[in-house]
Nanobody
Framework: QVQLVESGGGLVQPGGSLRLSCAGS????????MRWFRQAPGKQRELVAS???????DFSDSVKGRFAVSRDNAKNTLYLQMNSLKPEDTGVYYC?????????WGRGTQVTVSS
């Protein structure tokens, strides 16, 4: 059974940093297409970052230059490093993996950027 579990969220001041983790079980994350999404209160879920099966990364314009995505294959974990955080980065962050014609989501981790 494929499961993804996000962690690392919390309350941070504007300008601060957080690193989110997405740990996989029942699946080897290396070589898969994965995405980070976020959903702010009252808004639709939006794509924030992606990493392809050959580790090419891409980011939305709103986070480009501030966020980074990486994988630790030994830990079977995907990361989202978030720097220079802004209040508009607030939301629930979800990871998603595309695997054998299906998409699997984690339950999300809350990120709140506020002074």
């Amino acid at each position: 059974q494929v499961q993804l579990v996000e962690s690392g969220g919390g309350l941070v001041q504007p300008g601060g940093s957080l690193r989110l983790s997405c740990a996989g079980s029942g699946i080897i994350l290396s070589g898969t297409d994965m995405r980070w999404f976020r959903q702010a209160p009252g808004k639709q879920r939006e794509l924030v970052a992606s990493i392809s099966s050959d580790d090419i990364t891409d980011f939305s314009d709103s986070v480009k230059g501030r966020f980074a995505v990486s994988r630790d294959n030994a830990k079977n974990t995907l990361y989202l490093q978030m720097n220079s955080l802004k209040p508009e980065d607030t939301g629930v962050y979800y990871c998603k993996v595309h695997y054998i014609l299906s998409d699997y989501w984690g339950r999300g981790t809350q990120v709140t950027v506020s002074s």
